[in-house]
């Protein structure tokens, strides 16, 4: 079974709530059956952390690797 790749043009990031020196950012992956928020948190400083960075790709595999076994049950017939 081939891995199912997350187009680019499903990863976005959005801003809000932007107030003096701040923003609160969401990293999203959109599907045609759902939206997924995959991590918030506020930023202070143009660059964003490295922990953050990682906990949305962390994030983002398990919606891949749900949507997978999701499209598996799918084709067997199975229940959701």
Not at 34 to 55: C, P, Q
């Amino acid at each position: 079974m081939t891995r199912d790749p997350c187009p680019a043009s499903a990863l976005a990031f959005t801003r809000s709530g932007y107030t003096l020196g701040s923003s609160t950012l969401f990293d999203i992956a959109k599907y045609s059956e759902a939206v997924y928020i995959l991590h918030a948190f506020e930023k202070k400083t143009r660059r964003t952390e490295r922990r953050d960075i990682d906990l949305a790709k962390h994030r983002l595999a398990q919606v891949m690797k749900h949507r997978e076994n999701i499209r598996g049950r799918d084709r067997k017939g199975e229940p959701s």
